[in-house]
C-alpha cells in the first residue's frame, strides 16, 4: 500500500487519504486513547497497592480525564499553528515517559500526578483525527473520519478488558509497562509513515487560545455539539467508573470476568462508521434523536427490574456505548465542517467539553455508589442524556438542519 510522503498545507486535496492510511490512523487513535482507560476496572487494584481509600483511588480516572481535557484545550489547538506531525510525535513523547513511570512509581501521590500527565500527553490523538479530515474528501470526510472514531473507539472499548485480563494475571504495573511499549511502537510507525501538515495560519499562541472564544460565540452548532457529548459523555464515564465496583462487590465477578464484561461492551463501538455514513447522507437530526433515546432508555433495566442482575448491566453497557460513540461521530462530522483552517480548535473545544463531562461523571461514581448503590448510579446516569435529548428538542435541532 501506499503512503503519502509530501507535506500538507491548508488544502486537503494535495494527499490523497489511502485505505493504509485510514487503517494507520484508526489503529493508532485506539492505541493511543486506551491510555486513558487502562486504570478505570482496575483502581481497585492500583489503590489498595499504593494504600489509597476507595475515593483518593476514585481520582486516578478523574485526573486523568482532568489531564485529558486540559491537553485539549492548550495543546490542540497548536495543530493550526504549528506542524502538525512534529507536535503529535513531542506530545506521544511524554506519554510514553509518563506511562513508563506510573509502571514503577511507589507513591499514591506521584501515581496521581502522573495519571494527570498521561491525560496530559494523551491529545496526541486529537492532533490525527483533524489531520484525516483535512486529507479526508468533502463527499466521504463522515465515512472516513467514522471509520477512524471507530478504531479510536474499540480502543475505549478494548482497553478495559484488556487492563483487567493482564492485571488479574501479571499485575496492575504490567499494564502501564505496555502501554508504553505499544506507544512507543505506534509513534515510531506514525513518524515514518504520516504527512507532514504545515498549517496556513499565523498568529501567536496567545491569540490562538483568544480565537477560541470567538469560534465558540460565532458557531452554534459546535456549542449544541459540545453540549450533547459533554452531558453523553458524564453518563457513559459515570457508568464504566461505578460498574466494575458493582461487578465486584455485588456480583463477585473476578478481574478477568469483568474483562469480558467490557469486552461485551465494545459491541457498541460499531456505531463509529455507521453515524458517518448517516451523516453523509444528510441524516444528522434523525440519528441524534436516537442517539440522545437510546442512551437514556439504556439505563432502564436497573429501574424497572433490578433483578436482572448482570444482564440488565450488559444490555445497559452494550446500548449505551452505542448512542454515545453514535453521537460523537455525528457532532464531530458537523463540526468539521464549519471551518476547514480552524479544525484542530473546533476539535479541542468539542472534545475538552466531552473530557470536562467525563471528568464530572467519573468523580461523581463512588460517592453516588457509596450512598444509593447502582439504583442511584442509573437514576442519576439518566439525567444526563435527558436533559441533552431536551435541549435537542428545543433549541438545536434547527442548527442541526441548518447547519449554521
Known sequence: MSMPSRALGGKSDSVQLTSGLVA?????????????????????????????????????VSLTQIGYALGLFFIVPLGDLLENRKLMIVTALVSIASLTAASLVHSASWFLV???????????????????????????????????????????????????VVADHLGWRVVFGGAAVLMAL?????????????????????ELLGSLVALTRSLPVLRHRALYQGLMFATF??????????????????????????????????SAPVAGRLADAGHSVRATFVALVTAALSFLPALVHPAWGVFGLVVTGITLDFAVQMNMVLGQREIYALHASSRNRLNALYMTSIFVGGAIGSALASTLFARGGWTLVAGVALVFPLIAFVHFLFVGRTHVRTGR
Not at 51 to 56: E, G, L, R, V, W
Not at 143 to 154: E, K, N, P
Not at 249 to 269: D, H, K, N, P
Open 24 to 60: 494507520l490512523f484508526a489503529f493508532a487513535c485506539g492505541a493511543i486513547v486506551a491510555n486513558l482507560y487502562y486504570a478505570q476496572p482496575i483502581t481497585l487494584l492500583i489503590g489498595s497497592s499504593l494504600h489509597m481509600s476507595a475515593d483518593t483511588a476514585s481520582l486516578v
Open 114 to 164: 502522573l495519571s494527570f500527565l498521561i491525560g496530559f500527553s494523551s491529545v496526541a490523538v486529537q492532533i490525527l483525527i483533524p489531520l484525516a479530515a483535512h486529507l479526508a474528501p468533502d463527499h466521504s470526510r463522515g465515512r472516513i473520519v467514522g471509520t477512524i472514531m471507530g478504531g479510536l473507539l474499540l480502543g475505549v472499548l478494548l482497553s478495559r478488558p484488556l487492563a483487567s
Open 186 to 206: 505506534v509513534t515510531a510507525v506514525l513518524a515514518l509513515t504520516i504527512p507532514q501538515r504545515r498549517p496556513e495560519h499565523r498568529a501567536t499562541y496567545l
Open 237 to 270: 464515564s459515570l457508568f464504566w467508573t461505578a460498574v466494575p465496583i458493582e461487578l465486584t462487590r455485588q456480583y463477585r465477578l473476578t478481574q478477568s470476568e469483568i474483562a469480558l464484561f467490557a469486552l461485551v461492551g465494545a459491541i457498541g463501538a460499531t
